[in-house]
Each structure stands twice: as C-alpha cells, then as structure tokens.
C-alpha cells in the first residue's frame, strides 16, 4: 500500500550541484517489513548526459536533501522509516510508471544516531 502525505513546498538550495530542487511529494509505503518513506523532488537540471546536472555533479546532493529536508519532515511529521530514499527527476512522473523520456535518479539512506546512512540496494 502506498499513502501519499501532504508535503508542504520545500526548495533546497546552495547544494553541492547547484542546482534549485522542490519536494514534489512524499510517499509512505511498506516494502517487506520495512517502512519506506520516498522523498521525490522535481530537478528539471538533470539531464543522464550532457549540458545539465549529471549523477555525478548530482551525487552529493542526495546526502544533503536526506539531512535538510527529509530528517525534519520525519520529526515535524512524527513518522519512523527503515528507508528514506531521495529521489531527482526532471519532471512530475507519477509513482511506479514509467517515462523513457524522464531522467530520474535515486538514493537510500536509513536515518541512525540522528543523520542520513547511505545505504547500497
């Protein structure tokens, strides 16, 4: 079951890339027996290849947006996670379709001792 929670407008900016990100919403889901909280920000400056923000220039950033903006929305919202994945596209996709023409990206992390653990899948 996936439960979309109502996610005030959130932009990150100053993060490593340099790129303007916004919280395009926030997914709660169970995977397993595990909680999964999924933070998807529109980032219309990524591009796979190219003139634009590539995963590479982009890596950092996923750290960034798991401390700054998805550790304060789990305190301010009282919720637990397993897994807290950051995720970038270049434009609105709904949640489980695909779009071979959006460029997305994602990170998880498990939050542990108050910070953001990058997790490898």
């Given amino acids: ?3 979309a929670v109502t996610a005030t407008t959130a932009t990150a900016q100053d ?3 340099g790129q303007d990100v916004t919280l395009h919403e926030v997914l709660v889901d169970q995977v ?3 909680a999964w909280l999924r933070f998807r920000f529109l980032a219309p400056s990524i591009v796979q290849s190219g003139d634009g923000v590539t995963y590479a220039a982009a890596e950092a950033d996923f750290g960034v947006l798991c401390d700054a903006i ?3 929305y789990l305190t301010e919202f009282d919720l637990t996670a397993d897994i807290v994945v950051i995720s ?3 434009r609105a996709v709904p949640f489980g ?3 071979p023409d959006a460029t ?4 998880t992390f498990r939050v542990a001792d108050d910070a953001c653990v990058w997790q490898a899948f």
């Fill in 1 to 3: 079951m996936t439960l």
């Fill in 15 to 17: 993060l490593p890339s």
């Fill in 32 to 34: 397993g027996a595990e």
């Fill in 70 to 72: 998805a550790r304060p």
């Fill in 88 to 90: 970038l596209m270049d």
């Fill in 97 to 99: 379709t695909s779009d």
């Fill in 104 to 107: 997305q990206f994602f990170e």
